[in-house]
C-alpha cells in the first residue's frame, strides 16, 4: 500500500488479499460506510475481512451494527450497537482505538451514527500479524469462510444498499514485519 491510509470500497469489492487494503492490525482505525437502509430491519455485513481462523466483520443484526474480532480462531470478541438503525441514507461509523504497546493488544469500539455514539465496547485481543493466507476483504457479504458462524443471511448478504466503505487507518501502526515469518518458522 506504500504508506497510504485510507481506501474507499464499493459494493461488489470481494476477496482483496491483505496486501491490497489498509492495514487495520496492530492500530487505530476507523471504518465509515455510506448507507441507504429499508424500511425494515436491515441485516448482513456491511465489511468482513479474514474467515474463521481470524478477521474481523462489521454487519447489521436485525438494523443492530455488530463488530465481531475473532482472534485466530481461539476466541470472539463482540461489540454490539445500542440500538437498530433507521431507514434512509446514514454514515455509520467503526471507531477502534488500539491501546497500543506492541502487536496482538485490545482496543476501544465505538460506533457512531451521523456523529452521535450509538454503542461501544472492547476488545481485549486483536490478530497480530495475518488474519488469513487465503480469505480476503469483502464489502456486502463474507464470501468464503465466515469470520463469525451466525450471520442473520446466507453468507452475509447485506439487505440494505452500501454506497461505499472508507477505511482509514492510523499513521503509527506497531507492525512487526517479521513477525509473520517467525511465527511460520517456530512451529517447523
Known amino acids: 500500500m506504500f504508506g497510504r491510509t485510507t481506501m474507499t470500497l464499493h459494493p461488489g469489492m470481494t476477496r482483496l488479499n491483505e496486501?491490497?487494503?489498509p492495514n487495520v492490525k496492530n492500530t487505530s482505525f476507523t471504518v465509515a460506510c455510506r448507507l441507504?437502509?429499508?424500511a425494515e430491519p436491515a441485516d448482513g455485513v456491511l465489511v468482513a475481512q479474514g474467515g474463521g481462523f481470524g478477521g474481523w466483520t462489521l454487519y447489521l443484526d436485525a438494523g443492530t451494527?455488530?463488530?465481531v474480532h475473532n482472534f485466530v480462531g481461539l476466541?470472539?470478541?463482540t461489540v454490539r450497537g445500542d440500538r437498530a438503525l433507521g431507514p434512509g441514507e446514514q454514515v455509520l461509523v467503526l471507531r477502534f482505538d488500539y491501546d497500543g504497546g506492541g502487536a496482538g493488544r485490545g482496543g476501544d469500539v465505538r460506533f457512531l451514527l451521523d456523529g452521535a455514539e450509538v454503542g461501544k465496547g472492547r476488545v481485549e485481543r486483536t490478530v497480530p500479524a495475518l488474519f488469513s493466507f487465503d480469505e480476503g476483504l469483502d464489502v456486502g457479504l463474507d464470501s468464503l469462510d465466515p469470520v463469525v458462524p451466525d450471520y442473520p443471511t446466507a453468507q452475509?448478504?447485506?439487505t440494505g444498499t452500501i454506497r461505499d466503505v472508507v477505511i482509514d487507518v492510523a499513521p503509527d501502526p506497531e507492525h512487526d514485519p517479521d513477525l509473520v515469518v517467525r511465527a511460520r518458522y517456530r512451529k517447523q
Do not use: I, K, M, Q
Open 19 to 21: 496486501n491490497a487494503v
Open 36 to 38: 441507504d437502509l429499508p
Open 65 to 67: 451494527p455488530v463488530y
Open 75 to 77: 476466541e470472539s470478541f
Open 156 to 158: 452475509g448478504r447485506s
